[in-house]
């Protein structure tokens, strides 16, 4: 699915779909969703995601709700929803109005626990958080029965009737499902439903003091929206026979369970605990910070939803966890903005040209292509005269072998311009290259010479009088490890923070892009992709580089 188009991918998932459509499951209704849990901001992972969830639906012309999953008042806010519904919208994924939050279920979920215990299937426990864990067992040995197990209906009826009227502290009774304390599965010994919390929730407000865990609110809430596929990450296999075990007794609706793989990145972690700590510890600036895999940093620093959308559909689905390339992910941002992104030229190390034959004070307005790659993008005109910046890198004193670029002696021709030969250098009291001395030649304009001579390479400039000033911020991987959870003994992940993920420049760029607006994207010629920051002012352009030139992944491909 590349800019909304329907996938026509088939994957395990739609195996299990196609299958349920011809027994006539469900008849033949696809209904999926993405249920987040409004403690962070939404990551790249996440759009893997939204658009498996989205995709699916439209692949068979079913439906895509968008639900908050927010059963913990401690850790949600206002600020996640709010993102959360910005993202989703950003990558396409359309509810046609079906935004929900679980909390909207919770008397219907209080009133089917109270079912549940009507059933003999539920029951008020006294146990502390601790005691239940130690009660629960391990892998290797059965768990041991609450001491409140066997209390009447009424008694637990009474109970849990107090425990949502405020009667009891935080923490001193919950609501745990009476399953089978001996079962292989651990999320099947009497888990918790139920828990006492004396908490303002973000939309609830102070009407509830008990709220449904996780495990109570997921499987019930999909039940109650119709979903027929309830597609989520591998980590929940291992629950799902305890949603069906819930399901089943209350009677109601049953959605299938699918697991897939999560999405992991080289050099990323994606862990919503672990973007706070960057934030909170001002790591980085921000959660939109244009280093975080968060999907507001990444439109921030100049990312498509076409390159998720591509990175999502290379990758497809898969029922094993495995980590993407990095170069991967770049590749796809790169595809896309190369067909999009106007090319403009910008300096990012600026070192001073004058064209000791070029007549003092002329402008000439030279012709330049928007995008190779759109012909409809048309040209645009780049002011050239005497003085001009180009790239500290584009010349040496002393040139390496194979170093084509200017040197004393050397033509090169200026993109859209002239060929221009360096005839002298200008150094500082330090013995600094500060200016070259060049000569163009005005028979070349255009970058052809008549009398056919070549030259071996072209480099970027800027007129130095029209030149804009700007700053451009360079991101690098904000982790040095391929696997940032790979550890030393004793170390921690924060260990692995790459101490130069950020470089700040002041630089130039061409005065066409003067009043940019922010997300406006750009290629700098030679140089890599860059999209203009909100930071920016009217006098002072702000460039995040999205991406560089160069295909890494091409040479990771190569290799094998
Ligand atoms: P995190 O571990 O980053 O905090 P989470 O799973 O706790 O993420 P939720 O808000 O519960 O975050 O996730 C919403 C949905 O997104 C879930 O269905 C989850 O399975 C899915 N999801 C989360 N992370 C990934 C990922 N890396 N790849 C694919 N899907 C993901
Ligand atoms: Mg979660």
Known sequence: MSNGETPTQSNFITDIIDGHNQSGRFAGRVHTRFPPEPN????????????????????????????FDDTNPTKEEQEYIDSIIADVHWLGADWEGRLFYASDYFQQLYDWAVQLIQQGQAYVCDLRADEVREYRGTLTEPGRASPYRSRSVAENLELFARMKAGDYADGSRTLRAKIDMASPNLNLRDPVLYRILHAEHPRTGDAWCIYPTYDWAHGQSDSIEGITHSICTLEFEDHRPLYDWCIQSLGIHAPQQIEFARLNLTYTLMSKRRLLKLVNEGIVSGWDDPRMPTLSAQRRRGVTPAALHDLTERIGVAKNNSVVDLALYEYSIRQDLNQHALRVMGVLNPLKVTLINYPEGQVEWLDAVNNPEDPAAGVRQVPFSRELWIEQDDFRETPPPKYFRLTVGRE?????????????????ADGQVIELLCTYDPDTRGGNAPDGRKVKSTIHWLSAAHALPAEARLYERLFLTENPDDVAEGGDWMDNLNPNS?????????????????????????????????????????????????????????RG
């Not at 990551?43 to 939204?50: F, L, M, R, T, W």
């Not at 090169?412 to 500082?428: H, S």
């Not at 750009?522 to 140089?527: G, V």
Request: glycine share 8%.
């Open 40 to 67: 962070g901001y939404l990551h790249i992972g996440h759009a893997k995601s939204i658009m498996l969830n989205y995709g699916l639906a439209r692949q068979y012309g079913g439906k895509f709700n968008l639900r």
């Open 412 to 428: 090169v021709r200026l993109r859209y311009g002239y060929f221009i030969k360096c005839v002298e250098v200008v150094k500082d």
């Open 502 to 558: 950020l470089e700040i420049l002041n630089c130039y760029v061409e005065p066409s892009v003067a009043g940019a607006a922010p997300g406006s994207r750009y290629q700098f010629e030679r140089l890599a992709y860059f999209c203009v920051d909100p930071d920016s002012t009217p006098e002072r352009p702000v460039f995040n580089r999205t991406v560089a030139l160069k295909d890494e992944w091409a040479k990771v491909q190569q």
